[in-house]
């Protein structure tokens, strides 16, 4: 048995600020940005008008560049990156942007096919790749139509079809369903998570649409050029299945669990490693999501395992409680996936959950 891989970073954005304009005209967008995306994760970017979303997605997009700070695509570095180096990067890029640029002396078909010979793949049925991403869209009957022909939704989906028909590794998309209709969009969000299940694409999409927040594995709200928050919701809830396993916070009710869980960061080891360690300083409370571990304690003949310990259990918590170094070593029996929380984290949410604490304090009482 052997850890399920850890998650691939897609896009890392560190100390990014952004500048518009110069010397006494100049207004900053973005301040001081960190944010991390996993390869395959759908993110919604909400936030007011002017928040600086529409910036950072263009920035991501090597459609602008990078003025100071950092943003990496798939381990790429978009600082400094000449325009021809920008134009190779956008290659790995759909891009479904408000203003979508069909060409108007092209039918839909054209329009999408476009797409499909810029990018470097063998030639292939171009026509029919581009009629099977027009009906994924709902547009079979509609292939031959010229832009000026299609309503607003119909040329919205016509530009998403170009985007996605390469499948490209990341998109990008602001606001890409204001101007469809309910079913229209709801499609539109069923391509997106396949793309982003079945090929590991990477989405960002700037919205309001709350059938899009649905299927969104985080959200990112932006206020004023600042990230102000990162809700981590597939793996808050994940977290919070594996909490509710757990004694101690099966009585606690959802709002604060998930408090909780989107305080906790996974931890992975491989087997035979030490989680903690007897003697040392106590700084983190672990909950096991995967694998067990064995609780060895020294005794006046040598050390002995105690306990064995699997998926919803929990360690750590004496020392922090007590304020006591480590009173024995967790060691892994197998490649173990833990959730740890801070010793502030812990210590408040024990303070704050009434539930938690009676039960923290059984425990201290029968673990000693
Ligand atoms: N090309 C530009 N020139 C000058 N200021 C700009 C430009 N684009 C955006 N801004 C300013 O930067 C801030 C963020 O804009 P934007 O990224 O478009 O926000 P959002 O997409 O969240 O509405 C706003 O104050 C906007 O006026
Ligand atoms: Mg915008």
Known sequence: MSLPPAREVAIQISRLNHFFGKGDAQKQALYDNHLTVHRGEIVIMTGPSGSGKTTLLTLIGALRSVQEGSITLAG??????????????????????????????????????????????PRGDYDRAADAMLAAVGLSDRVTYKPRNLSGGQRQRVAIARALVNKPRFILADEPTA?????????????????????????????????????????????????????????????????????VFKDMSPSDLTDIAQKMIEERFDAGSDIIRLGDVGDKFYV??????????????????????????????????????????????????VYALSKENFLAAVKSHKSFEEQMANILFSRG
């Open 76 to 121: 790429t570095e978009l600082s400094g990156l000449n325009p021809a180096q920008q134009v190779e990067m956008r290659r790995n890029l759909g891009f479904i942007f408000q203003a979508h640029n069909l060409l108007d002396g092209l039918t839909a078909r054209q329009n999408v096919r476009m797409a499909i010979e810029l990018t470097a793949t």
């Open 288 to 337: 096991v999501a995967s694998g067990s571990t064995d609780i060895i304690i020294e005794t006046a003949t040598g050390t002995r395992a105690v306990a064995k310990l699997g998926e919803g259990d929990f360690f750590g918590e004496v020392a922090l409680l007590k304020d006591q170094p480590r009173n024995a070593t967790v060691t892994t029996r197998e490649p173990t996936v």
């Open 179 to 247: 101007a469809l209709d309910k079913d229209s969009g709801a499609n539109v969000v069923r391509l997106l998570r396949e793309l982003a299940s079945n090929h590991g694409t990477t989405v960002l999409i700037v919205t309001h649409d709350s059938r899009i927040i649905s299927v969104a594995d985080r959200i990112v709200n932006m206020v004023d050029g600042h990230i102000v928050s990162d809700l981590r919701i597939k793996e808050t809830m994940v977290i919070c299945a594996i909490l509710k396993k757990c004694s």
